[in-house]
Antibody, heavy 120, light 110 residues
Framework: EVQLVQSGPEVKKPGESLKISCRGF????????IGWVRQMPGKGLEWMGLIYAGNSETRNSPPFQSQVTMSVDRSISTAYLQWGSLKASDSAIYYC?????????????WGQGTLVTVSS | QSALTQPPSASGTPGQRVTISCSGS????????VSWYQHLPGTAPKLLIYSDNQRPSGVPDRFSGSRSGTSASLAISGLQSEDEADYYCAAWDDSLNGWVFGGGTKLTVL
């Protein structure tokens, strides 16, 4: 089955580091882009960035440019989103999604989301 | 404030037709195709419409989309209770060189 499976919920303290994952199944992971999208509590979807799994080329949304790091491990078809020092405002659900850009751009396949809670 | 503007809420009764608007600018909706996503809280968002008016396999033809100038819209006909969800429009922005989303519209089926 074609799917993206994300890592489980995380509870962290401010200042801690975190790396969440998104593993692709059933398709050619290395031939596609992966996008990351944030949903803060009670808010809408926000695009964070894109990473091409083939060569790790990235596109970052300016508000997130210096806040997070995207990476991939092609050997295990997995994309990562990483924080070096979490803040309470990083509490949100984070979704990964496959980004297609053939005839038109779209996010056609989504992970189930990873809930990140940052609290002292 | 989102780059794309959607009404925060919409509602209709079963069987009705509802439309949700999405307003952008020349750098996004005005020059790139629009996609729509259905999101039920606690679940993964689902691609509903892409390339302005194309439905992925499995999406009922009750859902349709259109785009004109710097605006787009999603129409849902024959409204059903299971359509109650949040709906987001999105488009590539040439100035940002990235994606912009609408703020989302919460659809209530009365």
């Amino acid at each position: 089955e074609v799917q993206l499976v994300q890592s489980g919920p995380e509870v962290k303290k401010p200042g801690e580091s975190l790396k969440i994952s998104c593993r692709g199944f059933g398709y050619s992971f290395s031939s596609n882009w992966i996008g990351w999208v944030r949903q803060m509590p009670g808010k809408g979807l926000e695009w964070m960035g894109l990473i091409y799994a083939g060569n790790s080329e990235t596109r970052n949304s300016p508000p997130f440019q210096s806040q997070v790091t995207m990476s991939v491990d092609r050997s295990i078809s997995t994309a990562y989103l990483q924080w070096g020092s979490l803040k309470a405002s990083d509490s949100a659900i984070y979704y990964c999604a496959r980004h297609l850009r053939d005839s038109s751009r779209r996010f056609d396949l989504w992970g189930q989301g990873t809930l990140v809670t940052v609290s002292s | 404030q989102s780059a794309l503007t959607q009404p925060p809420s919409a509602s209709g009764t079963p069987g009705q037709r509802v439309t949700i608007s999405c307003s952008g600018s020349s750098s996004n909706v005005g020059s790139n195709t629009v996609s729509w996503y259905q999101h039920l809280p606690g679940t993964a968002p689902k691609l509903l419409i892409y390339s302005d008016n194309q439905r992925p396999s499995g999406v009922p033809d009750r859902f349709s989309g259109s785009r004109s100038g710097t605006s787009a819209s999603l129409a849902i006909s024959g409204l059903q209770s299971e359509d109650e969800a949040d709906y987001y429009c999105a488009a590539w922005d040439d100035s940002l060189n990235g994606w912009v989303f609408g703020g989302g519209t919460k659809l209530t089926v009365l």
